[in-house]
Each structure stands twice: as structure tokens, then as C-alpha cells.
């Protein structure tokens, strides 16, 4: 198992990912979010990562993007049951708590949530992913 955005778990996420890569379905909108996740348990406290769908794979990575459509400002806690859980009552409930800060296109990351169609390869995706994560 391996600490949520480590770069042990980006790692072994990137490989889960290439694993399925040909039976998920693709992202049917084009976003491009930065993540500032705060209050992060290890390193300096704070991680830089983003989603970029512009090439119709839904991709998580380290860093920032320089023009992105939105950013998103959320403890790790939150972004880790958004990101592993893939429970959408959780962003409603953490973004209605302020948990979650948003500047750029609210319209796009709305049509974010229903972009991605769900398939087995989706569901298998992410119960791997689960399953790596501490």
C-alpha cells in the first residue's frame, strides 16, 4: 500500500492506469484543473497537481498546469476521498462546507461530473486504486 500522492502512489496509479488504459471510456469534456491540497501529512504540507482531459484520458499528476480552467483548493483529506472514493456526495458536501475553494469556470468543472461514463474498467480502475492506498 502507499500514502495518497506520494510519488510512490503517483507511480503505482500511473501503472494501474496504462493497465486499463484501453478499456476505459473517454472523457467527454475538455478541462483542465490545477489542486492545491493543503494540510498534506507529509513533505512540506502542501502538493501542486492537476487534471488535464484536453487528450480524452482523465489523468492525475504532480505540478501545475499554466493556464488552467479551474483551481481547486482542498485539504488532503477531502481530495483523497474525491480522488480514491470517487464519491460525488462527497465533493457536493465538502464543496458546501467550504472545504473546497474554486476560481476559473464553475461550467466546466460542473460538466466534469458527468463527463465520465462509468464501464467495468472504470469500477475495476478505481477499486485498484482503493486498494493501493493508505
Same mark, same amino acid.
Given at each position: 500500500m502507499y500514502v495518497f500522492l506520494t510519488d510512490d502512489w503517483m507511480d503505482a496509479a500511473r501503472e494501474l492506469r496504462a493497465k486499463y488504459a484501453d478499456r476505459l471510456p473517454d472523457v467527454t469534456v475538455e478541462v483542465?484543473?490545477?489542486q492545491v491540497v493543503t494540510e498534506v501529512p507529509f513533505g512540506a504540507g502542501t502538493i501542486r497537481a492537476y487534471i488535464d482531459s484536453s487528450d480524452g484520458n482523465l489523468d492525475l499528476?504532480?505540478?501545475e498546469l499554466d493556464e488552467p480552467d479551474v483551481t481547486l483548493t482542498t485539504d488532503y483529506? =477531502? +481530495?483523497k476521498a474525491m480522488v480514491v472514493d470517487q464519491d460525488p456526495?462527497?465533493?457536493?458536501q465538502s464543496f458546501l462546507a467550504g472545504k473546497i =475553494? +474554486?476560481?476559473g469556470d464553475m461550467m466546466k468543472l460542473m460538466a466534469m461530473q458527468t463527463a465520465i461514463p462509468p464501464n467495468d474498467a472504470s469500477i475495476e480502475l478505481a477499486a485498484e486504486l482503493q486498494a493501493i492506498t493508505s
Open positions: 483542465k484543473i490545477n499528476e504532480l505540478g483529506e =477531502t +481530495v456526495t462527497i465533493v457536493m =475553494t +474554486v476560481q
